[in-house]
């Protein structure tokens, strides 16, 4: 997912960054999240991912999204 995020980053404008797990997005389309009061949530399929996202596996016609979200 990380590769992903990376090569449409001329439109997704994703700002990744390394934390204890892995990477994890910190920006989207030009929105950083605040670390001390918000995160992006990352959901697939409607339920919340088991993965950060350069563990996240894409599969085919899987709906992803992302939500600021307050901690």
Known sequence: MADLLEDE???LKPEMENGPY???????????ADP???YYNIK???KDAAQ???????KDKSKIT????PL
């Open 44 to 46: 697939v399929d409607g």
């Open 9 to 11: 980053k001329k439109d």
């Open 36 to 38: 001390k009061k918000e």
């Open 22 to 32: 892995g990477k994890f997005v910190a920006g989207l389309l030009g929105i950083r």
């Open 52 to 58: 950060g996202v350069s563990e996240l596996p894409l």
């Open 66 to 69: 992302f939500t600021l979200t």
